[in-house]
């Protein structure tokens, strides 16, 4: 009994993390791939050359551009307000995930 209730607590952790997964990809693509998923105007995000300085920042640094925008054309979050910053913070992860 006790190793199926631990069993169904892994399953269950699992789900939850493959649909925290999903809804940033969600994310991204309703919200950033306009910009971020062609090389213009927004670094392309699998490109690793684009990404290497950017992430050598840090991620508290481009958690702040993203959540506040920067000089040279990133909108603040993206332009898309009614994303918490929670949201924009987990696509950032997975932005950053797949350009490294
Ligand atoms: C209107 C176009 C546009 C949209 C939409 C957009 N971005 Fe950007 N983004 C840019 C541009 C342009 C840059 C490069 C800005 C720079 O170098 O300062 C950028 C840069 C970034 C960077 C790197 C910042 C740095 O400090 O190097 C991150 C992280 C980022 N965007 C995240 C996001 C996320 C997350 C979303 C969706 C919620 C998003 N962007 C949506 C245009 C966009």
């Known amino acids: 009994m006790k190793k199926l209730v631990s069993v169904s607590i892994a399953v269950v952790s699992l789900l939850g993390m493959m649909s925290a997964v999903q809804a940033d990809v969600k994310t991204y693509r309703t919200a950033c791939a306009a910009c971020h998923a062609y090389g213009a105007p927004g670094p392309k995000v ?35 307000m009614d994303l918490s910053d929670a949201e924009i913070k987990a696509t950032v992860d997975y932005m950053v995930a797949e350009s490294k």
Not at 48 to 63: E, N, Q, S, T, V
């Open 46 to 80: 699998g490109d690793k050359a684009a990404w290497k300085d950017r992430i050598a920042k840090g991620m508290d640094a481009l958690y702040t551009s993203a959540l506040k925008g920067t000089a040279k054309g990133m909108p603040p979050k993206g332009g898309r």
